[in-house]
């Protein structure tokens, strides 16, 4: 891929198999958490407005063994992988990419403002895991020791990065996706991102120097993130 990004509006399990093979250096992505099982829709009050927890449609029916075959036969044999991943989906993460990386582990993100809970009736939902796998020889572009923790604090996306329309459930912080594609890969190096939402990956890799490849079944989506990544100069 000679451009600096290149969008695609589809479904990825079968889009990625237009990916050469061993093309890829990284994969940053947030694919679906499979909670809208769980969601019980907005939060109602009679003092305030509503606080959303209602769970989008397309976040149901996936298994990361969907995607297990394509990752492993795009990425490199240096690159590595870098999901965001709900708690319901830990295990089966591990279970299905454990045994075909040397290094399976997992990032922590604290978000600082994350939603409230009034009735104080269990834990705010403030941290979110990203499953991260690797071989050895990957990038790792570690300073300090105190740069190598596994964990990394910022809010969640709010204005004005947060995109009014269309709106996206779950878009995330440019801030936190820059931070594992600087320490994951190299200028010029390759990100995609199968499950693209808005583009924050793109956005992130391009304002960082690497290319990107991004998919997405809604093509809301893929608009907004074309306008958010054709306005980023890489001079
Ligand atoms: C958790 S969101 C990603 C949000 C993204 N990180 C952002 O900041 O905008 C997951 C996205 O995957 C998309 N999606 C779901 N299934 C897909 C599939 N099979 N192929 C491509 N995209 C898919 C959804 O439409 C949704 O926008």
């Known amino acids: 891929m000679d451009q600096p990004f290149k969008l695609i509006l589809a479904d990825c399990r079968l889009a990625m198999k237009q990916i050469p093979p061993a093309s890829v250096d990284m994969i940053l992505t947030d694919p679906p958490y499979n909670l809208s099982q769980y969601s019980t829709g907005n939060m109602k009050f009679d003092w305030r407005s509503d606080i959303n927890n209602d769970l989008a449609a397309w976040?149901?029916?996936?298994d990361p063994k969907d995607i297990r075959?394509?990752?492993?036969?795009?990425?490199?044999?240096?690159?590595?992988?870098?999901?965001f991943?709900?708690?319901?989906?830990?295990?089966?993460?591990?279970?299905?990419?454990?045994?075909?990386?040397?290094?399976?582990?997992?990032?922590?993100?604290?978000k600082t403002n994350p939603v409230p809970k009034f009735r104080k009736a269990g834990f705010l939902n403030s941290c979110e895991l990203i499953v991260c796998?690797?071989?050895?020889?990957?990038?790792?572009?570690?300073?300090?020791?105190?740069?190598?923790h596994n964990f990394f604090e910022c809010p969640i996306c709010m204005k004005p990065e947060r995109i009014k329309n269309p709106k996206h459930p779950t878009q995330k912080p440019v801030k936190l996706l820059k931070h594992l594609i600087n320490i994951a890969t190299n200028p010029n190096d390759l990100v995609l991102d199968p499950f693209m939402g808005v583009g924050s990956t793109g956005v992130a890799a391009l304002e960082s120097r690497r290319r990107f490849f991004g998919i997405e079944t809604e093509k809301d989506f893929v608009e907004a993130a074309q306008a958010r990544l054709q306005n980023i100069r890489q001079d």
């Open 133 to 148: 796998a690797w071989n050895r020889g990957h990038t790792w572009n570690f300073g300090k020791q105190s740069a190598m």
């Open 85 to 110: 991943c709900s708690y319901n989906l830990l295990g089966r993460w591990h279970e299905v990419f454990d045994p075909v990386f040397d290094t399976f582990q997992f990032f922590v993100w604290h």
């Open 69 to 83: 075959d394509e990752v492993l036969r795009v990425l490199k044999p240096t690159g590595n992988l870098f999901a």
């Open 59 to 62: 976040d149901k029916g996936f």
